[in-house]
């Protein structure tokens, strides 16, 4: 469990609050893409936190739209021309 990892309290009072508690995800990089080819476009949903919760409309714009720029299977590295 995460939480047998963590040395601090932070949101520890949570651990049996599924609305609250916080979480580890595991992230595979299929892709990647160099600062100069990376998507920034209008529209698009953006967070400081490394994953949240997909609330808002945006959030599926975004989606669809990645998975046109980044169809799965991929496995190559994106450049400034594409």
């Known amino acids: 469990m995460?939480?047998?990892?963590?040395?601090?309290?932070?949101h520890r009072e949570f651990i049996d609050d599924l609305d609250r508690?916080?979480?580890f995800v595991p992230v595979?990089?299929?892709?990647?893409?160099?600062?100069?080819a990376a998507i920034h476009?209008?529209?698009?949903?953006?967070?400081?936190n490394?994953?949240?919760a997909p609330k808002t409309p945006k959030w599926r714009h975004t989606v669809d739209r990645l998975k046109t720029l980044f169809p799965?299977?991929?496995r190559r590295t994106r450049t400034a021309q594409d």
Do not use: H, I, K, R
């Not at 995460?2 to 932070?10: F, H, S």
């Open 2 to 10: 995460a939480a047998d990892v963590l040395t601090a309290g932070y």
């Open 21 to 23: 508690c916080e979480y």
């Open 28 to 36: 595979e990089w299929v892709a990647t893409v160099g600062l100069d």
């Open 41 to 48: 476009e209008v529209g698009m949903f953006g967070n400081q």
């Open 50 to 52: 490394s994953v949240c």
């Open 72 to 74: 799965l299977g991929t």
